[in-house]
C-alpha cells in the first residue's frame, strides 16, 4: 500500500515515539486532555494534538517556527504535523479518546492540495490504525485565501467522516456567520474571550445564552484556555459540554503520562495523578473575577 509523502520526514523509535525533521528543527507531539461534564465529575474525552519545535535541543515557540517557514514549507510542515500527532495518539494514548488535530485553512487554496492532504493523512491513519469517527478536524483562527475554498475543505473533511470544529470562536473570523456557513460538530470559545466574560455576572450571562442557541443546533461547545479552578464551575454553570486548559492538565510530549485509560466503572473514569480530576458543584472559592471573602 502507497505511504504518506510526510513520512519520509518522520523517525519511529523502538519506543514507538515519532518525530519530525525539518532542516535543522527536530518537531515532537504534545498532547493536551480535553474533558466533558459528566454528572458532576469531570471526564477525559479527548486529546489535542499540538506541535513542539526544537532546534538545538531547546525549545522554540510554535509561532516563531512557523513565523520562519514560507508558505510552500508551512503546507508540507502542516501535514507533517498532522502526520506525527496521528502516529503517536495510535501508538500511545487511549483509543476511546477522540483526537483533535488542528488545521491552518490558509493553506488550503485549491482542490488538489485538499485532496493530497486528505489522502497523506487517510494513509497515515491507516498506519495508525485511527478511525475518521474519531478525528475532530479543528479549523484554526488563519484567515482562508476564500470563503468558497474554506467550505470546500470542510465539506471534503466531512464528507470522509471526520468531525469539524471551528477554534476560537469570538476572536476575529470566527464570528455566528462563519458558524453557519461551515456547520461544525464542535464550536472552541476563545479562552481570551471567555476570561473577560466570566468576570462578570453579565458576561457569563452571555456565555450561556450562547451556549444554549449552540446546543439547540446540535453543536457541543468547548470552552478552551481554562487556567484556574474557579473557571471550571462557572463553565459548568454556563452550559459548556466540554472544557480544556492548564487549570485541568498541560500539554505534554508524547509519550505522556496520560496512561491508556481503562475505566473502572465503580470509580472515576480517569486515575491519573497528573490530571486534576474534581467534583464540580458547591461554593466557588471565587467568583466572576473576585475573591470571594472568607
Same mark, same amino acid.
Given at each position: ?121 487517510? &494513509?497515515?491513519?491507516? *498506519? ?6 474519531? =478525528? #475532530?478536524? !479543528?479549523?484554526? $483562527? ?66 450561556? &445564552?450562547?451556549?444554549? *442557541? ?6 457541543? =461547545? #468547548?470552552? !478552551?484556555?481554562? $487556567? ?67
Amino acid at each position: 500500500m502507497a505511504r504518506s509523502i510526510a513520512l519520509a520526514h518522520v523517525d519511529i523509535d523502538e519506543h514507538r515515539i515519532a518525530t519530525g525533521a525539518w532542516g535543522p528543527f527536530t518537531l515532537k507531539s504534545a498532547f493536551q486532555p480535553i474533558f466533558s461534564f459528566d454528572r458532576g465529575k469531570l471526564v477525559m474525552a479527548a486529546f489535542e494534538g499540538l506541535l513542539r519545535p526544537f532546534r538545538d535541543g531547546e525549545v522554540m515557540s510554535p509561532p516563531a517556527f512557523f513565523a520562519s517557514l514560507s508558505a510552500a514549507e508551512r503546507l508540507h510542515v502542516e501535514t507533517l504535523a498532522r502526520t506525527l500527532h496521528i502516529l503517536n495518539a495510535g501508538a500511545h494514548l487511549d483509543p476511546a479518546k477522540k483526537l483533535f488535530i488542528n488545521f491552518d485553512p490558509s493553506v488550503f487554496s485549491d482542490r488538489e492540495i485538499i485532496a493530497n492532504a486528505l489522502r497523506d493523512m487517510r &494513509l497515515t491513519m491507516h *498506519e495508525a490504525g485511527i478511525d475518521a469517527r474519531d =478525528v #475532530v478536524c !479543528e479549523v484554526t $483562527e488563519q484567515r482562508s485565501t476564500s470563503q468558497q475554498a474554506l467550505e470546500g475543505f470542510v465539506a471534503a473533511l466531512r464528507d470522509d467522516g471526520f468531525r469539524i470544529a471551528v477554534d476560537d470562536y469570538g476572536a476575529q473570523q470566527s464570528d455566528m456567520e462563519r458558524i453557519s456557513a461551515l456547520k461544525p460538530d464542535i464550536v472552541k470559545f476563545d479562552g481570551r474571550w471567555i476570561a473577560r466574560l466570566m468576570e462578570t455576572r453579565q458576561g457569563v450571562a452571555l456565555l450561556a &445564552l450562547m451556549v444554549g *442557541e449552540f446546543s439547540a443546533r446540535g453543536i457541543t =461547545v #468547548v470552552f !478552551e484556555g481554562i $487556567e484556574e479552578g474557579w473557571q471550571i464551575e462557572v463553565a459548568e454553570a454556563a452550559g459548556a459540554h466540554m472544557v480544556q486548559g492548564f487549570a485541568l492538565a498541560r500539554p505534554e510530549l508524547a509519550p505522556t503520562s496520560f496512561a491508556v485509560l481503562h475505566p473502572d466503572p465503580q470509580g472515576p473514569a480517569a486515575t491519573d495523578a497528573h490530571v486534576r480530576q474534581r467534583r464540580v458543584g458547591g461554593s466557588s472559592a471565587k467568583a466572576f473575577g473576585r475573591r470571594v471573602a472568607s
